[in-house]
């Protein structure tokens, strides 16, 4: 930590920073995760510094970092770290996105875990920002007209199609007939309620 900080110190003024400087801080993020107060020395400087954005590049100091924030109970500066880091691992920092919001659910619900439907709920409430997922959210539903034929299907045809009709459907639509096979439960369980 001493020889971080002397680094640090001595390269301020230097633009980039050694690589050297952001190993090191790499390191000790993944070594200092049981010692909250050096933990929080390291990440006070790194953060105090001009030199902020080198090292959000870092997947490991973004993690440490926004569980830091978390931890003392930061979420919003959490998700501010997250919007504003550099680092390519975007499914992690996806990742850590949704980690910030399920604690701050738990924490204001005085929960201990969240069920697997509160975590969707969660996500679909908090989508990531553009700046983590460039390429926007999946979609999980079907395009309009592969939705269309499929209700035309099953209002003129069956709403209960035999495997060999699935496979067809499945083919023609560009789906796989486990897709097909679900879209037609889910439409009967519909059309019952």
Request: charged content about 30%; overall charge positive; proline content about 5%.
């Amino acid at each position: 930590m001493k020889r971080f900080m002397a680094m640090l110190n001595r390269n301020k003024n230097k633009d980039p920073l050694p690589a050297k400087l952001l190993d090191l801080a790499e390191k000790l993020c993944q070594n200092l995760q049981s010692s909250s107060s050096s933990l929080e020395k390291l990440i006070e400087a790194m953060m105090g510094c001009k030199h902020k954005m080198y090292f959000l590049t870092n997947i490991h100091i973004v993690r440490a970092c926004v569980l830091f924030h978390i931890h003392n109970g930061q979420h919003d500066t959490a998700c501010r770290l997250l919007e504003c880091c550099k680092a390519e691992e975007k499914e992690e920092l996806v990742q850590l996105w949704h980690e910030v919001h399920y604690r701050r659910v738990m924490e204001r619900r005085k929960m201990d875990f969240l069920t697997p439907l509160q975590k969707f709920r969660c996500r679909k409430r908090n989508p990531p920002p553009i700046s983590i997922c460039p390429e926007g959210l999946k979609n999980r539903n079907y395009p309009e007209e592969v939705r269309r034929y499929l209700h035309r299907f099953a209002a003129e045809v069956t709403a209960n199609p035999n495997k060999k009709q699935r496979e067809e459907l499945a083919r023609q639509m560009n789906l796989q007939p486990t897709q097909v096979y679900n879209w037609f439960a889910n439409y009967r369980r519909r059309q019952k309620s």
